[in-house]
């Protein structure tokens, strides 16, 4: 589990083919790798990734075929920065939401605009997530948890504050980029028990 609390942004240092899938090679700025073990988790962009090897300032992941085609993931190269959580451990505050690492889909940033000194984020999401996102509710895009401020029809907005902006990605996005989506686990239960 996760929170949607970036604690570093990273760097893709290599994508190296393996037999139809890939790995990466992420290096890390500020994330104590010094107790990080070959088989932790860590969010690399919202994607749960599990940790094959550890180097001095850098980590190794393995990423599925299925992972590559239902996320952003496959279009990273080297050099492209990335937003990294490890696994939530226990006695940690929770800070943002619950978030899983399962990214639920890909959806586009429509739009960007100033809101004081914040920006203002139209996003939008495939069709059949759309459901699932409302307003003043959770959504992780990126790996990042974000509130929800408006919604209407499959797109919703965010206001990405100043700290947001300078420590993830998100202060990077342009209108047209691809990001990873995670919905909030709550609406995903809801219907579930709706079901029955």
Not at 56 to 69: C, G, H, I, P, Y
Not at 169 to 179: D, F, K, M, N, S
Request: contains cysteine; proline residues 4%; charged residues 20%.
């Amino acid at each position: 589990m996760f929170t949607g609390i970036i604690q570093d942004v990273g760097t893709v240092r290599a994508v190296t083919p393996r037999s139809g899938d890939v790995e990466f090679v992420v290096a890390v700025d500020r994330l104590p790798l010094a107790t990080t073990r070959a088989g932790d988790s860590i969010a690399v962009d919202g994607v749960c990734l599990t940790v094959t090897r550890i180097g001095a300032n850098e980590f190794a992941a393995d990423v599925s075929r299925e992972t590559l085609a239902v996320t952003t993931l496959g279009g990273l190269e080297a050099g492209t920065r990335v937003n990294l959580e490890p696994a939530l451990r226990a006695g940690e505050p929770l800070g943002g939401h619950l978030v899983s690492g399962h990214v639920d889909g890909v959806a586009e940033v429509l739009s960007i605009e100033p809101d004081a000194r914040s920006v203002r984020v139209a996003i939008r999401v495939p069709a059949a997530l759309a459901r699932y996102i409302a307003r003043k509710g959770s959504v992780c895009v990126d790996g990042v948890s974000l509130t929800v401020n408006r919604v209407q029809g499959d797109t919703f907005d965010v206001n990405l504050v100043p700290h947001t902006q300078a420590v993830t990605t998100l202060g990077e996005w342009r209108a047209g980029r691809r990001v990873n989506l995670e919905v909030d686990q709550v609406a995903r239960y809801v219907e579930r028990l709706g079901e029955g």
